[in-house]
């Protein structure tokens, strides 16, 4: 029973598709019986899911697991438990590094790790890690750890796309789509215990379906998405520009419950450095891609990120991404610096851009991107968009909340005023007319409060 009553704090590092894997891990140690606590200093065992996508992830991890390491020898922890994706990359080497992690264990054993805790629990010490090959059989349990109106829905696993920056494929494996009854379960259980919106997440969501029997593709899965009780909003995020095909805008267009919204993680425009990354498309392509998405949509948000400072960069190259961004006038628009990561065939590129002129590109086309949102977010001013609602300071008459242009935890927000009227709560549905708009937020005043 010792065992039993242990206390077990679990940290999370990296993307939204990790947080499912936490959220995950939470319901199997709960399952096994385990107590598990917000607070790490409580905890008896600790499990940090951790991040190496790149260097500064890997490095975060790294220091999260230097200050449980301390805790470890000091005596505040009797187990420590190193999981995810630092693990699948580095393996056996982290045990040199860190010989106070208890289990080593790597990104498929969400649904293992209550026992695992329960091994370390009675002092085992131990690897797991094997081959990634596995989605959900069936809705597994799940502590969901975001606001209790929001969650992620991970559609699938790993990625097929061999882009030469990288390390995703080799550290998750091949692209597995969960099955579409899988997903609705997941869904209708999200549902049941009040979630109202649900974001896709995959390292590839327009790749859907194509390994399953009968080749579903997005579209399928989204109808019958739309079709739970309960959620409102569906958001899909993570599409590989070339594979946006125009079923999936008509259904956007159409949908009741699906944001008008894109995500198009484009990297760059330039011929040479695109063949480089080994990523298909062309500047012309995803023109002509943010065009038919306007015209058949015309309320999207067109999201996107872009690399810079990637091996062979020229100043050329990069005045044609800006040229581009200029054109393509995205709504979002994300940027990062190339950093030559361990094992990737861009790593060994030559014609490394030296740091100095790395940040200069990524100061330059943040100023430029900054200048568009500010515009597009004009744009709206007049509008009446709906809101979910966050948060309520009611000292201040006013709300702050998200509109279908926003993502979680990547996009603005929408400050609504409500003077003179009942607060909203979070979690509500509020429509707001647009009054103004800043770089990156919008505010406006409550129109009503209503489903969206």
């Known amino acids: 029973m010792a065992v039993r009553r242990s206390k077990v704090a679990l940290v999370t590092l990296g993307c939204a598709k990790n947080l499912v894997d936490s959220e995950w891990m939470l319901g199997s140690i709960r399952e096994a019986g385990f107590l598990t606590t917000a607070e790490v200093a409580e905890a008896e065992v600790v499990v940090v899911n951790t991040c190496a996508f790149i260097a500064d992830a890997t490095e975060e991890s790294k220091g999260v697991l230097r200050e449980l390491a301390e805790g470890k020898r000091s005596g505040r922890h009797l187990g420590l438990i190193c999981a995810g994706c630092m693990s699948q990359r580095f393996g056996e080497t982290l045990l040199r590094e860190f010989p106070e992690i208890d289990a080593l264990v790597g990104v498929d054993a969400y649904r293992e790790m209550g026992e695992i805790v329960a091994r370390v629990a009675r002092g085992e010490k131990f690897v797991y890690l094997r081959t990634p090959d596995v989605v959900p059989e069936r809705a597994l349990p799940?502590?969901?750890?975001?606001?209790?109106?929001?969650?992620?829905?991970?559609?699938?696993?790993?990625?097929n796309h061999l882009c030469s920056f990288c390390t995703i494929p080799s550290i998750r494996g091949r692209y597995r789509s969960t099955p579409i009854g899988v997903l609705v379960e997941e869904a209708r259980g999200l549902a049941e215990r009040g979630v109202k919106e649900l974001n896709l997440v995959s390292q590839d969501s327009t790749q859907y379906g194509q390994d399953l029997p009968g080749k579903p593709d997005l579209v399928d899965l989204l109808e019958t998405l739309e079709e739970v009780e309960g959620i409102v909003w569906l958001r899909v995020l993570y599409g590989y520009p070339t594979k946006v095909r125009r079923r999936l805008l008509e259904w956007m267009a159409q949908s009741e419950k699906m944001c008008p919204y894109l995500d198009i993680p484009i990297q760059h425009v330039s011929e040479s450095v695109l063949r480089g990354m080994r990523r298909s498309g062309s500047a012309a392509s995803y023109l002509r891609l943010v065009e038919r998405a306007r015209s058949l949509v015309p309320e999207v948000t067109l999201r996107t990120t872009v690399i810079v400072g990637f091996p062979g960069e020229t100043e050329s190259d990069f005045a044609a991404l800006c040229r581009f961004v200029e054109e393509a006038q995205f709504d979002?628009?994300?940027?990062?610096?190339?950093?030559?990561?361990?094992?990737?065939?861009?790593?060994?590129?030559?014609?490394?851009?030296?740091?100095?002129?790395?940040?200069?590109?990524?100061?330059?086309?943040?100023?430029?991107?900054?200048?568009?949102?500010?515009?597009?977010?004009?744009?709206?001013v007049g509008k009446v968009l709906p809101v979910l609602v966050e948060s309520v300071d009611r000292g201040r008459g006013r709300i702050v909340g998200r509109s279908p242009r926003d993502a979680p935890e990547v996009d603005g927000v929408t400050v609504v005023k409500y003077e003179g009227r009942a607060a909203p709560r979070p979690g509500e549905f509020v429509r707001a007319r647009i009054t103004s708009a800043s770089d990156y937020d919008l505010e406006g005043v409550l129109v009503d409060a209503r489903k969206a």
Do not use: D, H
């Not at 065939?345 to 949102?373: C, D, Y």
């Open 332 to 380: 979002r628009l994300g940027a990062f610096i190339f950093r030559a990561e361990e094992g990737t065939p861009a790593a060994r590129r030559k014609g490394q851009v030296p740091e100095a002129v790395k940040e200069r590109r990524f100061n330059t086309i943040m100023q430029l991107q900054r200048s568009i949102s500010l515009e597009r977010g004009r744009a709206q």
């Open 142 to 159: 799940r502590v969901v750890s975001t606001p209790p109106w929001t969650a992620y829905l991970k559609i699938s696993e790993g990625c």
